[in-house]
């Protein structure tokens, strides 16, 4: 008879366990004189004697039912006494089912059933581990009184319990039809062989034939305990019965589900075999058709792409559909556009990066000067790769005025990782499809810029280059920077899903670079997205090192000039800088060096015989009159012109703040294209003015008297912030007092009511235009100091600075 199926092993267990050492187990069968005092052979089990005391053998999820024979394994020291012990006596013991879960190889006394069973120990087999394998026939339901021991095993003082038989049809009947029910068991039940059926045919007894039954249900412990416990015969076959039909139930639902599957599969492989017989025949005969080929071509395509297996579902359901759609339909060049995507993507192609950190390096100085901060990152990603392979490809962010090499960066960090290289231009874009791409269901639809940039690209790992990211507008059609969250979070686009492609793509090892001129256009939970490197505006000392290194050479080749032939002096580079260009970049510097190799590719057209050199005094020949002043140097000090320091998107720049008054009423007039906030700042400055007039020499009645217009020149130029508000406040007072500002001193820093200077942002690109400009002092609020750590040292050499927290020590500085 074979033991419950569902029983798990314990420290007792329901399972015969295998000699794991692969040793043979020792058999013992007892041979002792207590064998005396067994039954003699033949007598029926309800005519054993059972002691009124037995050793209780604690059982954790296995039921024993009368007649029934199972297996169990003992690996507990005080139960394999207990079963020495046993085998000593008469070898009877009561076995005690756990009634809940626990963790204890023995379960407690107090977790224990009150109705078990007596068994006899048939046969016991003893491994070389000290375990034993017991081989238990039940005899008869017992109910356990109360336990008279503890230690070193349980006994437990226990009433033999008879069952409650009926006789009567209605008895006869539900044993029937429990035998009919488990007959339909076995024929669908994978785990129970067809001769179970015939021993159960052979159980006469009613009580007997609920006990077998139930012995070979895949029931719970719990189920199984209820109907050990029941001892009235005929609501033992009801439960039963309730228990057999849901079993039939289960199985034939199992058998459903099993009989669909191999009926898929069976399908499946038919029209398998069936297609390739048809290739075969129409091979041999010569007949494949232009649309079977193409068919037979996009298959082969989709098999060797890689795609995963959720796109190649998707691209194997579309070509399916493909196959079976007339050539002249309207879907079936969509279909074709979209299987065409699919399998031309990357989805498995990848270049092998070259983690040769020095040689990254070298490539980055080689194609740009300076920018360290930006190398340094690139090179420690590299050595990031050197040690953990599976990084995730960083988003980095370049901010930086035009023209200081952000686009062309992106270049060299490819080449340096050995990677392809991709750009998209982002700016004025305001569809979020164009990021996404459009639903299969409009007519022309594509995949967004990213999944196309991908398929140029050839590779799922390239540098992926999002240009003018602060550029982005949004309209009715969406939000393109909303799209772009999912694209440009690690945790996130290991599955982007693109609308045209409907299926997810891994843009994990795809490195994102994205450059802005500025950061306050871009949202901040885009921003948040990205590590933000900026790159400054260059000083004119570098600007020469690298038209040195970069655009002199540059622009020779592509005018076709030698080298050799061709010098152009520092003094010459030094006026184009001063005179000719006005940027933080090099853009217009390299514009003008062209113009300069222009002139020479003339003379060479007309014969004339270099060698050439190029010096300051040929310039104004070649690129005509100066098209930038040093101002602040040619100019004198004014009363009610201060000299400011702005931050714009092209570096930085020298501001004046003109200040005029006249009889009036106090009035207060702002012109110059000014925003909100530096309204504010000069609103701010007046009110300071007046609140402060004795102390700053001011007459009583000046405001009284006389209106006040504060005008900041290039009135087509926007303007805003707060870092102007120390500049209005000095060219107010100025005006006020009639004392001359020193021109040659710069100023910047917000203002509060009480005249304190608060810390403003770019200090170093203001810095640097007022080097640019011949500033010989600039004045910054005191908490500025630690931001000159980024400002070059010659710049520091040149230019005193002062640091204040009160406009009161501005005032003394500059007005004379």
């Given at each position: 008879?074979?033991?419950?199926?569902?029983?798990?092993?314990?420290?007792?267990?329901?399972?015969?366990?295998?000699?794991?050492?692969?040793?043979?187990?020792?058999?013992?069968?007892?041979?002792?004189?207590?064998?005396?005092?067994?039954?003699?052979?033949?007598?029926?089990?309800?005519?054993?004697?059972?002691?009124?005391?037995?050793?209780?053998?604690?059982?954790?999820?296995?039921?024993?039912?009368?007649?029934?024979?199972?297996?169990?394994?003992?690996?507990?020291?005080?139960?394999?006494?207990?079963?020495?012990?046993?085998?000593?006596?008469?070898?009877?013991?009561?076995?005690?089912?756990?009634?809940?879960?626990?963790?204890?190889?023995?379960?407690?006394?107090?977790?224990?059933?009150?109705?078990?069973?007596?068994?006899?120990?048939?046969?016991?087999?003893?491994?070389?581990?000290?375990?034993?394998?017991?081989?238990?026939?039940?005899?008869?339901?017992?109910?356990?009184?109360?336990?008279?021991?503890?230690?070193?095993?349980?006994?437990?003082?226990?009433?033999?319990?008879?069952?409650?038989?009926?006789?009567?049809?209605?008895?006869?009947?539900?044993?029937?039809?429990?035998?009919?029910?488990?007959?339909?068991?076995?024929?669908?039940?994978?785990?129970?062989?067809?001769?179970?059926?015939?021993?159960?045919?052979?159980?006469?007894?009613?009580?007997?034939?609920?006990?077998?039954?139930?012995?070979?249900?895949?029931?719970?412990?719990?189920?199984?305990?209820?109907?050990?416990?029941?001892?009235?015969?005929?609501?033992?076959?009801?439960?039963?019965?309730?228990?057999?039909?849901?079993?039939?139930?289960?199985?034939?639902?199992?058998?459903?589900?099993?009989?669909?599957?191999?009926?898929?599969?069976?399908?499946?492989?038919?029209?398998?075999?069936?297609?390739?017989?048809?290739?075969?025949?129409?091979?041999?005969?010569?007949?494949?058709?232009?649309?079977?080929?193409?068919?037979?071509?996009?298959?082969?395509?989709?098999?060797?792409?890689?795609?995963?297996?959720?796109?190649?579902?998707?691209?194997?359901?579309?070509?399916?559909?493909?196959?079976?759609?007339?050539?002249?339909?309207?879907?079936?060049?969509?279909?074709?556009?979209?299987?065409?995507?699919?399998?031309?993507?990357?989805?498995?192609?990848?270049?092998?990066?070259?983690?040769?950190?020095?040689?990254?390096?070298?490539?980055?100085?080689?194609?740009?000067?300076?920018?360290?901060?930006?190398?340094?990152?690139?090179?420690?990603?590299?050595?990031?790769?050197?040690?953990?392979?599976?990084?995730?490809?960083?988003?980095?962010?370049?901010?930086?005025?035009?023209?200081?090499?952000?686009?062309?960066?992106?270049?060299?960090?490819?080449?340096?990782?050995?990677?392809?290289?991709?750009?998209?231009?982002?700016?004025?874009?305001?569809?979020?499809?164009?990021?996404?791409?459009?639903?299969?269901?409009?007519?022309?639809?594509?995949?967004?810029?990213?999944?196309?940039?991908?398929?140029?690209?050839?590779?799922?790992?390239?540098?992926?280059?999002?240009?003018?990211?602060?550029?982005?507008?949004?309209?009715?059609?969406?939000?393109?920077?909303?799209?772009?969250?999912?694209?440009?979070?690690?945790?996130?686009?290991?599955?982007?899903?693109?609308?045209?492609?409907?299926?997810?793509?891994?843009?994990?090892?795809?490195?994102?670079?994205?450059?802005?001129?500025?950061?306050?256009?871009?949202?901040?939970?885009?921003?948040?997205?990205?590590?933000?490197?900026?790159?400054?505006?260059?000083?004119?000392?570098?600007?020469?090192?690298?038209?040195?290194?970069?655009?002199?050479?540059?622009?020779?080749?592509?005018?076709?000039?030698?080298?050799?032939?061709?010098?152009?002096?520092?003094?010459?580079?030094?006026?184009?800088?001063?005179?000719?260009?006005?940027?933080?970049?090099?853009?217009?510097?390299?514009?003008?060096?062209?113009?300069?190799?222009?002139?020479l590719a003339r003379k060479v057209a007309e014969g004339e015989k270099g060698?050439?050199?190029?010096?300051?005094?040929?310039?104004?020949?070649?690129?005509?009159?100066?098209?930038?002043?040093?101002?602040?140097?040619?100019?004198?000090?004014?009363?009610?012109?201060?000299?400011?320091?702005?931050?714009?998107?092209?570096?930085?720049?020298?501001?004046?703040?003109?200040?005029?008054?006249?009889?009036?009423?106090?009035?207060l007039t702002l012109t110059g294209k000014l925003g909100e906030v530096m309204?504010?700042?000069?609103?701010?400055?007046?009110?300071?003015?007046?609140?402060?007039?004795?102390?700053?020499?001011?007459?009583?009645?000046?405001?009284?008297?006389?209106?006040?217009?504060?005008?900041?020149?290039?009135?087509?130029?926007?303007?805003?912030?707060?870092?102007?508000?120390?500049?209005?406040?000095?060219?107010?007072?100025?005006?006020?007092?009639?004392?001359?500002?020193?021109?040659?001193?710069?100023?910047?820093?917000?203002?509060?009511?009480?005249?304190?200077?608060?810390?403003?942002?770019?200090?170093?690109?203001?810095?640097?235009?007022?080097?640019?400009?011949?500033?010989?002092?600039?004045?910054?609020?005191?908490?500025?100091?630690?931001?000159?750590?980024?400002?070059?040292?010659?710049?520091?050499?040149?230019?005193?600075?002062?640091?204040?927290?009160?406009?009161?020590?501005?005032?003394?500085?500059?007005?004379?």
């Amino acid at each position: 008879m074979c033991p419950p199926e569902d029983e798990a092993p314990g420290s007792v267990s329901g399972q015969m366990a295998a000699d794991e050492s692969g040793e043979r187990a020792t058999v013992i069968t007892p041979t002792t004189e207590s064998q005396q005092k067994d039954a003699p052979e033949g007598t029926p089990l309800d005519k054993i004697e059972i002691a009124g005391e037995l050793p209780i053998l604690p059982l954790k999820d296995t039921v024993i039912y009368p007649h029934i024979v199972a297996p169990l394994m003992i690996t507990e020291d005080p139960l394999i006494k207990l079963i020495d012990d046993a085998l000593a006596g008469d070898r009877i013991v009561g076995v005690v089912t756990a009634s809940e879960e626990v963790e204890e190889e023995i379960p407690p006394v107090d977790k224990l059933f009150d109705v078990g069973s007596a068994v006899a120990i048939a046969r016991m087999f003893k491994l070389p581990d000290g375990k034993m394998q017991l081989l238990v026939q039940g005899i008869a339901r017992i109910r356990v009184s109360e336990y008279v021991q503890d230690e070193p095993y349980l006994k437990a003082r226990v009433e033999r319990l008879q069952d409650e038989v009926e006789d009567g049809v209605e008895v006869e009947g539900l044993a029937r039809n429990a035998l009919n029910l488990f007959r339909n068991i076995v024929s669908l039940a994978p785990y129970l062989p067809d001769e179970i059926f015939i021993a159960a045919m052979n159980v006469n007894e009613p009580n007997d034939l609920a006990d077998f039954l139930v012995a070979n249900l895949n029931l719970d412990t719990g189920q199984r305990q209820e109907l050990l416990e029941e001892l009235n015969v005929k609501e033992r076959l009801r439960k039963l019965t309730v228990f057999l039909n849901h079993e039939v139930e289960v199985l034939e639902i199992g058998s459903r589900i099993q009989d669909q599957v191999q009926s898929e599969l069976g399908k499946g492989q038919r029209e398998f075999f069936l297609r390739e017989q048809l290739k075969a025949i129409q091979k041999e005969l010569g007949e494949l058709d232009e649309k079977t080929v193409e068919i037979n071509e996009i298959r082969e395509a989709i098999e060797a792409s890689g795609m995963p297996e959720e796109a190649r579902k998707e691209a194997e359901r579309e070509l399916d559909r493909l196959a079976n759609m007339p050539a002249a339909a309207a879907e079936y060049t969509v279909a074709r556009t979209y299987l065409d995507w699919m399998t031309s993507l990357p989805w498995e192609k990848s270049t092998d990066d070259n983690l040769d950190v020095k040689r990254a390096a070298r490539i980055l100085d080689e194609d740009h000067y300076d920018l360290d901060k930006v190398k340094e990152r690139i090179v420690e990603y590299l050595a990031v790769r050197n040690i953990k392979e599976d990084t995730k490809g960083p988003i980095l962010c370049f901010v930086g005025p035009p023209g200081v090499g952000k686009t062309s960066l992106g270049h060299s960090i490819a080449r340096a990782l050995g990677r392809t290289f991709h750009r998209i231009s982002l700016g004025g874009v305001r569809d979020e499809a164009e990021i996404r791409g459009h639903r299969r269901t409009y007519v022309g639809a594509l995949p967004g810029r990213i999944i196309q940039g991908l398929r140029k690209a050839g590779t799922k790992n390239p540098v992926f280059m999002l240009d003018e990211v602060d550029k982005l507008g949004v309209d009715f059609r969406g939000d393109p920077a909303a799209a772009l969250l999912e694209v440009l979070d690690p945790e996130q686009n290991f599955s982007f899903s693109d609308h045209y492609l409907d299926v997810a793509f891994d843009l994990s090892k795809v490195m994102f670079i994205t450059t802005a001129n500025m950061l306050y256009t871009i949202p901040p939970a885009l921003l948040d997205r990205m590590e933000v490197l900026e790159l400054p505006g260059y000083t004119e000392p570098e600007k020469i090192q690298i038209a040195r290194e970069f655009l002199v050479p540059r622009q020779l080749e592509e005018h076709g000039l030698e080298k050799k032939s061709v010098t152009i002096e520092d003094s010459a580079l030094h006026g184009i800088i001063r005179n000719y260009t006005r940027e933080a970049g090099v853009r217009n510097l390299e514009r003008e060096i062209a113009g300069v190799c222009r002139k020479l590719a003339r003379k060479v057209a007309e014969g004339e015989k270099g060698p050439f050199k190029v010096t300051g005094d040929d310039l104004h020949d070649m690129l005509g009159p100066i098209k930038h002043r040093m101002e602040v140097i040619e100019q004198a000090d004014e009363v009610g012109v201060a000299t400011g320091l702005a931050w714009t998107e092209t570096g930085g720049d020298v501001l004046f703040v003109e200040a005029e008054s006249y009889p009036g009423k106090g009035n207060l007039t702002l012109t110059g294209k000014l925003g909100e906030v530096m309204q504010e700042s000069a609103r701010a400055a007046v009110t300071y003015a007046r609140a402060n007039a004795e102390n700053l020499k001011i007459a009583h009645d000046f405001f009284d008297n006389n209106d006040v217009h504060i005008h900041v020149p290039a009135g087509a130029i926007p303007k805003d912030g707060p870092s102007a508000g120390v500049t209005m406040a000095v060219a107010l007072v100025s005006a006020a007092t009639e004392r001359p500002v020193v021109k040659e001193t710069a100023m910047t820093g917000e203002i509060t009511l009480r005249g304190k200077v608060l810390p403003v942002g770019g200090i170093k690109e203001k810095v640097l235009a007022a080097h640019r400009a011949g500033v010989k002092k600039v004045i910054l609020p005191e908490e500025n100091e630690k931001d000159l750590e980024e400002v070059p040292d010659f710049v520091k050499d040149d230019v005193e600075f002062s640091f204040v927290t009160d406009v009161n020590d501005i005032m003394t500085q500059v007005l004379e």
